[in-house]
């Protein structure tokens, strides 16, 4: 996974009206922890962090003004409820080479479904794995050509990248067929039928 490389600079306001002055300067304020030191509060330009959060799990270099730099990942994206695009804070966690991390993991599906209109549930979205911070895949795929109602696909079926690991139980299902619902026209001829009654 590359590196996206942002400039930080320490954030010494803090409150609502701090936030909003940030935000109005194009900036994200945004907290960066773990390794057991003390939180670092920063701002972040907002665009370039957007752009970074396009790739999941994405590992960025931060270049903190007056400090060194620091390899992070995002942990916790705070989005405006209404405007899109607006990102409102950001919690970062340091990582180094060799750590490993827990993280969620978006699932890709390949194939088509068997024939008959048949429907996939996706009951995760994401799949959480446990990995090298530097090395964090930016999906994992999944085939489901030919799958019909009533297959499921737990997380042991999904094929992980090398020195990737599961981070929940093998058995808990991500994917599963069902059967295209036909409730409309049943309804339909209730209601034809109640009219009938009527009549």
């Known amino acids: 996974m590359a ?40 701002t972040l330009p907002a665009h370039d962090l957007l752009m970074a959060l396009k790739t999941p799990n994405v590992l960025i270099r931060l270049n903190v003004e007056g400090g060194k730099d620091e390899l992070v990942i995002p942990k916790a994206v705070q989005r405006h409820p209404i405007k899109i695009g607006v990102l409102e804070h950001i919690d970062l966690l340091l990582v180094k080479k060799g750590e490993k991390v827990t993280v969620e993991v978006p699932i890709l599906t390949e194939g088509d479904l068997a024939p008959g209109g048949n429907l996939l549930e996706h009951l995760l979205n994401a799949l ?55 409730e409309a026209p049943a309804e339909e001829g209730a209601e034809g039928e109640a009219e009938g009654a009527e009549a």
Do not use: M, N, W
């Open 128 to 182: 959480p794995v446990e990995t090298e911070a530097t090395h964090i895949p930016e999906s994992v795929t999944v085939s489901i050509a030919g799958l019909d109602a009533g297959a499921t696909i737990h997380a042991k079926d999904i094929t992980l990248p090398a020195g990737t690991t599961l981070a929940v139980e093998e058995d808990a299902a991500v994917l599963q067929v069902v059967a295209a619902q036909a």
């Open 3 to 42: 590196e996206v490389k942002i400039a930080a600079k320490p954030r010494t306001e803090f409150g609502k009206g701090a936030a909003r002055r940030t935000r109005a300067a194009d900036r994200v304020p945004g907290v960066v922890y773990g390794h057991g030191v003390d939180p670092l509060h920063v």
